[in-house]
Structure formats: C-alpha cells, structure tokens
C-alpha cells in the first residue's frame, strides 16, 4: 500500500529548463509535506517543506506547490543546473511524526 | 548528514549471519529512526525511537532488531530471518521541541550478502 505516489520515476532536463516532480497522497490526516534531496551514496537533506495551510511555498529556485483538494503537491526547480543532478523525494508527514515517503525521481540537469 | 555517525559504511553477511549496524550522533536529539532504501523503492521505515529505552516497529520490522540503551546511540542489526538484506541503511535523527520535523540523515551503510 503506497501512501505516496511520485512522478516521474527519472526525468531529464536541460540547463536553464524547468524541473516538475509531482507527488499525490491519499491519507487526509497528512500535516507536513518536505522534499529531501539525495546525492549518490549520501543520506538525504531536507530541501524545502510546507504544510497544507498555504498553496505555495518558495525558496530561491526551489518551489512546493500544493493542492490540498486534489491531494497533490509538486515541486519545481527554475533555472535548473547540473549541480541539481539528484534523486528527489516527497514525503507526508503522519502519525507521530513518521515520514512516509514517496519512491524518488532521478533528476538529470545535462549542460 | 554532520552530527551523524554511520558505520561501517560498507559491510557484508554471510548466511545465516546476524550483522549490527552502528549509528551514532552528537546533536542531542531525541529521536532517532532506521530507513531501508532499495532503487527505486524509496525510503521504507525500519524502527524508530523517539526516547531513550524505548522504541516502535515501522513498516518492515521483521528479521531486524533494534536498542536504545543511550541518546546517542540507536543500533540495529540484521538477523538472519531477513532473508534479502541487501541495501542502503539509513539512520536519521529528528529534534524533539519546537518545530521538530526535519530529519537529519547519516551517509549510509551499504550492506550486501556474499
């Protein structure tokens, strides 16, 4: 049971272009939407979050745009450059404070 | 993933084997939690422990064992009834207090069954 659908499952983009990730969820009780970003045989960091008070959160390139009543949310990476070149992960934020995650998309910028 | 302590950062089983893999870290935060990643699978939630000497099963517990004899430290080991060990183990830590969702991670062990 998959809690957190993302898309696409990799995606490639040219320097300058836009990068769109889109993830749904199913569970309403969901409080808190973060995107972790992951470099090869690193361990994630947080990117950028928000929570389903507000439709839109920015953060320099970075951007969550979120539907509450459509259970979507996506980011979006302006500007992308290859230093971007990562997997992305959504997550939802649950029941005591656990994390479910989405199965990431693997990002490539090409120069 | 400073802070956070992950060793080793590669280790492999033999049949039959039960592996401990170490997690160590100086940020003082209360919680602490284990992560398996497959490719393309995601993060999929081992244990966790939001206090000292007790902890909870997450979505995949069995065949791994956990303790939290100390804030710092959170090890989990892999026992032979998890017949597909193979993966990326993640151990990340969270603060408890304020706003406390962020989830701090540590560089990996990559486990592998020889």
């Known amino acids: 049971q998959q809690q957190v659908k993302q898309s696409p499952q990799s995606l490639i983009v040219q320097k300058g272009g836009i990068s769109i990730i889109n993830c749904a969820y199913e569970?309403?009780?969901?409080?808190?939407f973060p995107w972790y970003q992951q470099f090869p045989g690193k361990g994630p960091a947080l990117l950028i979050a928000?929570?389903?008070?507000?439709s839109e959160k920015k953060e320099g390139r970075f951007t969550i745009s979120f539907n509450k009543s459509a259970k979507q949310f996506s980011l979006h990476i302006m500007d992308s450059q290859p230093g971007d070149s990562a997997t992305y992960f959504c997550?939802?934020?649950?029941?005591?404070?656990?994390?479910?995650f989405g199965k990431g998309t693997l990002l490539t910028v090409n120069p | 993933d400073g802070g956070i302590t992950q060793s080793p950062k590669y280790l492999f089983r033999k049949e039959g084997q039960n592996v401990t893999l170490s997690c160590e870290q100086n940020?003082?935060?209360?919680?602490m939690y284990w992560y398996r990643q497959d490719p393309g699978q995601g993060l999929r939630l081992i244990y966790y422990?939001?206090?000292?000497?007790?902890?909870q099963k997450g979505d995949i517990a069995e065949g791994y064992s956990v303790s939290r004899e100390k804030k710092e430290s959170f090890p989990l080991t892999v026992t032979s009834a998890q017949k597909n060990p193979t993966a990326f183990y993640l151990c990340?830590?969270?603060?408890?207090?304020?706003?406390?969702?962020?989830?701090?991670f540590g560089s990996g062990t990559q486990l592998s069954v020889l």
């Open positions: 997550a939802a934020r649950g029941s005591n404070y656990k994390l479910t």
């Open positions: 569970n309403t009780a969901f409080d808190y």
């Open positions: 928000i929570r389903p008070d507000v």
């Open positions: 940020l003082n935060h209360d919680a």
């Open positions: 422990s939001q206090i000292v000497n007790d902890f």
């Open positions: 990340a830590t969270q603060y408890r207090g304020g706003v406390g969702e962020k989830l701090f």
